[in-house]
């Protein structure tokens, strides 16, 4: 695994919901100044984290179905999905630790 990639809303299903293995979606915009400063850390978590989750990013100006469908109503949204339901979500630019503490009850240590 490792690395970020980039999902559609026509691609969610598959590359989201069907994945065998949990995956964070960073629900995000180009404008979205701490979209930018969250970023990092999430592909930093990415590749700390790649032997047991996935990362992908979703546009919610180019894919506002998906950001729709689970009520994301502020970005940046970050959303850990595993077995295709939503299990954590933090809201806002948050620093890795918050990020990790929100997450690690539902990935393996």
Known sequence: MGGVTEVTDQAFEQ?????????????????CVPCHMV????????????D??????????DNPDTARRYGVMSIPTL?????????ARVV????KETILRE???????
């Open 15 to 31: 590359e989201i919901l069907k994945s065998d293995v949990p995956v964070l979606v960073d629900f995000w915009a180009d404008w």
């Open 39 to 50: 970023s990092p850390v999430v592909e930093e978590i990415g590749q700390d984290k790649s």
């Open 52 to 61: 047991v989750i996935r990362v992908a990013k979703l546009n919610v100006d």
């Open 79 to 87: 959303i850990l999905f595993v077995g295709g339901e939503e299990r």
């Open 92 to 95: 806002g630019a948050k620093p």
């Open 103 to 109: 997450l690690q009850e539902h990935i393996p240590a």
